[in-house]
């Protein structure tokens, strides 16, 4: 995910379903900014101790649901999540992000859209219109 996004013209950011932030946090260390989103209260104050202790400043947490997120200005998203939550996240992403932004899928897919890139376990979206 980080090799593929260091290709392109990616600024910020958002990991939705952030776990313990080790994405997130290895997507900071090579200039992005990011916000983590993770609705488990302890990941999300575990992300906030470790952003604390090494200073990661390009990272925003939010301990929130991720069905609830603004991603205006966010030019990819980053999700590992279960098909039925990608399905209701769908629409939503297509419509909602800017044209040339990605989406990256860890592991499974999108309903109605076909992936540009497929590695086997990483499939890559591009939002077009």
Partial sequence: ???FLK????????ELGAGDGRVAFALAREGFEVLAVE????LSLWMRLVKFVRRY???????KDLFKVDIKGIDAIIVYLYPEH??????RFFKEMPSGSYILSNTF?????????????????QVAK
């Fill in 1 to 3: 995910m980080v090799n």
């Fill in 7 to 14: 290709k392109t013209k990616v600024k910020k950011v958002a």
């Fill in 39 to 42: 609705v488990n209260p302890l």
């Fill in 57 to 63: 400043n390009k990272v925003e947490i939010e301990n």
């Fill in 86 to 91: 990608l399905e209701k996240l769908e629409e």
């Fill in 109 to 125: 897919t999108f309903k109605n859209h076909k992936p540009i890139e497929n590695t086997g376990k990483l499939y890559i979206y």
